[in-house]
Nanobody
Framework: VQLVESGGGSVQAGGSLRLSCAASGYTSSTGCMGWFRQSPGKELEGVAAVGRQCGTNYANSVKGRFTISQDNAKNTLHLQMNDLKPEDTAMYYC???????????????????WGQGTQVTVSS
């Protein structure tokens, strides 16, 4: 399984970015895929997840601002991020799993496959 993220960059507060994750060796229409982020000195945090095996879930800190979606025809995961804040600055990772607990989709330990990450920087 290979996951490749793209779409990160630098924006000002209030701006938008769209992250993408192209999956190979993994069928995005099954299982569960998610976005996680980590900033220096902080733990890895679950941002959003989607899939037949987990539904759709968001961290409280991003609800109403971020939207996760899948393009199953292209085996791609997206994260639309609007109204970005400086505290959203982090390395963002795409992850995938084939099975797990429905309510555990924002737990990084439940994922088997990871991308290399893409940096998002939001300036005030």
């Amino acid at each position: 399984v290979q996951l490749v993220e793209s779409g990160g960059g630098s924006v000002q507060a209030g701006g938008s970015l769209r992250l993408s994750c192209a999956a190979s060796g993994y069928t995005s229409s099954t299982g569960c895929m998610g976005w996680f982020r980590q900033s220096p000195g902080k733990e890895l945090e679950g941002v959003a997840a989607v899939g037949r095996q987990c539904g759709t879930n968001y961290a409280n800190s991003v609800k109403g601002r971020f939207t996760i979606s899948q393009d199953n025809a292209k085996n791609t995961l997206h994260l639309q991020m609007n109204d970005l804040k400086p505290e959203d600055t982090a390395m963002y990772y795409c992850a995938a799993r084939r099975s797990g607990v429905w309510d555990d989709s924002l737990n990084s330990a439940s994922y088997n496959y990871w991308g290399q990450g893409t940096q998002v920087t939001v300036s005030s």
